[in-house]
């Protein structure tokens, strides 16, 4: 059963780098599938961020594209999110989660519980 | 992108009773070559994060109970939860993988009558 868990600061100030880790465990990223982050902000829907393969190929939101980068540390066995610039709307939960199948056009099999980010100053 | 649109909002159902959740894709979801729905179905209870039930439109997840079956083709697809139990209490969310960025419906909240 394959386990994530997000961590990372809880608040974080307009303009400045959302940053949070997934730690994933009982499975070693390194031998594939991809992983992605998604969004939701309190009370509102879904929002795909990005996802990225385990040899380290990214791909983001249309969206957000300018704003993000996620990346993978095999030795860690864990990915990142960083968000930079972040406003007031990008206070949300964020969830790491796998993708089935592994390829790109995937569902997501596996969840973490979410971290809540909120932007404030 | 692909727009994911579900309706109801929100649903009331008996105990026991039938819940219908409908998700409209604004483009076909559907790949000929393989002959594949790219479409899930996720439960999200309160406080937690969603839990995947269903996907290629009707495969039921591994534990997922059988009282929760996926239908549809192309753009129409159906979530149906055959007898309601307190435990479905939640909000449902159907997502689409044909194509990148990968979409979600705005979700559909289900209760108890």
């Known amino acids: 059963q394959v386990q994530l868990q997000e961590s990372g600061p809880g608040l974080v100030k307009p303009s400045e780098t959302l940053s949070l880790t997934c730690a994933v465990s009982?499975?070693?990223?390194?031998?594939?599938?991809?992983w992605g982050w998604i969004r939701q902000p309190p009370g509102k829907g879904l929002e795909w961020i990005g996802s990225?393969?385990?040899?380290?190929?990214?791909y983001y939101s249309p969206s957000l594209k300018s704003r993000v980068a996620i990346s993978v540390d095999t030795s860690q066995n864990q990915l990142s999110l960083n968000l930079y610039s972040v406003t007031a709307a990008d206070s949300a939960v964020y969830f790491c989660a796998r993708l089935g199948g592994d390829i790109l056009t995937s569902y997501f099999d596996y969840w973490g519980q979410g971290a809540l980010v909120t932007v404030s100053s | 992108d692909i727009v994911m649109t579900q309706s109801p909002d929100s649903l009331t159902v008996p105990l026991g009773e039938r819940a219908t959740i409908n998700c409209k894709s604004s483009?076909?979801?559907?790949?000929?070559?393989?002959?594949?729905?790219?479409l899930a179905w996720y439960q999200q209870k309160p406080g937690q994060s969603p839990k995947l039930l269903i996907y290629w439109a009707f495969t039921r997840e591994s534990g997922v109970p059988d009282r929760f079956s996926g239908s549809g083709s192309g753009t129409d697809f159906t979530l149906t939860i055959s007898s309601l139990q307190a435990e479905d209490v939640a909000v449902y969310y159907c997502q689409q993988y044909y194509s990148s960025p990968p979409t979600f419906g705005g979700g559909t909240t289900v209760e108890i009558e």
């Open positions: 009982d499975y070693s990223i390194s031998s594939g599938y991809y």
């Open positions: 990225i393969y385990h040899s380290g190929t990214t």
């Open positions: 483009q076909s979801v559907f790949f000929s070559s393989n002959n594949k729905n790219y």
